[in-house]
């Protein structure tokens, strides 16, 4: 892992100015946060700098607002959700730069919290203007990326700051980049990746890469069947792009050549309609699937199969479900690798990293988020790491 500062490395910061990239991007209805799962994962990086006396400046984007000020969109309606979360009161500034700014920051104390402007309200952020990045940074000392989930855009708030004032990773940004370090940066082998999701084409980089990086890919959901289809099965009405069994061919070849072992579910769940618990419910082998049948989910003995594979792995990165886990009974193969997974993680005998929206509430479906290693809740960016992409603003913090 590419080495970084972190808040360990900031020496006497009492009456510093803290610019602090957070993800404040909340689910709102009716004009209330529905989830705050984003201000707690921020929080210990914010409550530390202000208990160690700096001035907390946040700064957060939040929608898509496209460079226009939009009164739905501002950020001005998450801080009574913040101030619940970090137990402390937080100013508001409408500005994210220049003499507003400036005055906010003499008003504030040592310990003092503010939440600035929605940063996407200046073109200049999704621009990675560096005149927008310079004018931030007059009001402060130093800068602290606290935003996994934004680090694949190079933005003025993410990449820009880093260029122009000291830069360090927060909290939860390093326990990301040591999590995801230790999954695929240099995991403890044997690997497994499990990858599920509708589509091929929405993962393909993902899959190329991982075929290269893991000794076991798991391949899971709708995306399992254009692979079962490329290798001359039938899967009947099921979700399926035929048009990929090419790229589909290619990457089973690629995992050949890798030494990689790609496991497709041998035993499926399927019915004739998408309804839970449907009256035309059966289990069966791949090669009995009828025409007019889908493939829903993963057998009983298949992911009982699965489970063996991961018991002899020593990492695990999981990105997706195994079936259409949102209606039972097709939940049941994803809860029972979950599970698996979990027991593993909690003996000690399996490192177990996961991340994507799909993945982060299934395994909360099956009740076991809290017993693997790390959980990511970072979407595009998660995804880009496991293509083995270069994620701008992690890049920006390399010491």
Same mark, same amino acid.
């Given at each position: ?33 529905? &989830? ?209 069994? &090419? ?8 995992? &050949? ?113 809290? &017993? ?28």
């Amino acid at each position: 892992m590419s080495s970084f500062k972190t808040l360990d490395d900031l020496g006497d910061v009492n009456g510093k100015v803290a610019l602090v990239r957070v993800d404040l991007n909340l689910p709102m209805q009716d004009g209330s946060v529905t &989830d705050d799962t984003r201000i707690r994962a921020a929080a210990p990086t914010v409550l530390e700098l202000s208990q160690k006396g700096a001035k907390v400046l946040l700064l957060a984007h939040f929608g898509r607002p496209k460079g226009e000020r939009v009164s739905t969109q501002s950020l001005s309606m998450v801080v009574g959700a913040v101030e619940k979360v970090l137990g402390k009161e937080v100013m508001f500034v409408p500005e994210i730069a220049g003499d507003i700014v400036k005055q906010s920051v003499g008003i504030l104390r040592p310990g003092d919290i503010a939440i600035l402007e929605n940063t996407r309200f200046w073109k200049g952020e999704e621009k990675n203007d560096p005149e927008l990045a310079k004018s931030m940074a007059e009001n402060a000392d130093f800068y602290v990326n606290d935003a996994f989930s934004a680090a694949h855009r190079a933005h003025a708030t993410t990449e820009g700051l880093a260029k122009v004032l000291p830069a360090y990773a927060g909290r939860s940004m390093e326990a990301e980049l040591k999590a995801l370090d230790a999954a695929l940066g240099k995991p403890v082998k044997p690997v497994a990746a499990v990858v599920g999701g509708a589509k091929v084409s929405s993962k393909l980089d993902v899959l190329t890469h991982l075929v290269t990086q893991v000794d076991h890919l798991i391949i899971g959901g709708g995306m399992a069947n254009t692979f079962l289809a490329a290798k001359g099965v039938n899967v009947g009405k099921s979700l399926c792009e035929h048009d990929l069994a &090419d790229t589909a061919n290619k990457i089973l070849e690629t995992a &050949d050549k890798s030494g990689c072992t790609v496991h497709l579910p041998y035993e499926v769940v399927v019915s004739k309609e998408f309804a839970a618990n449907p009256a035309s419910l059966r289990t069966c082998n791949v090669h009995e699937v009828a025409e007019d049948e889908m493939i829903l989910d993963a057998g009983p003995s298949a992911a009982e199969a699965l489970g063996d594979v991961l018991k002899t792995c020593k990492t695990l990165v999981w990105n997706g479900p195994l079936g259409a886990f949102e209606m039972q009974p097709f939940d049941a193969a994803t809860v029972a690798l979950a599970k698996t997974a979990a027991a593993l993680t909690h003996e000690g005998s399996l490192v177990s990293v996961a991340g994507g929206g799909d993945t982060v509430a299934a395994l909360n479906h099956a009740g076991v988020a809290q &017993d693997f290693s790390y959980i990511s809740t970072a979407g595009g960016a998660f995804l880009e790491w496991m293509e083995g992409k270069k994620l701008p603003g992690v890049v920006a913090l390399e010491a």
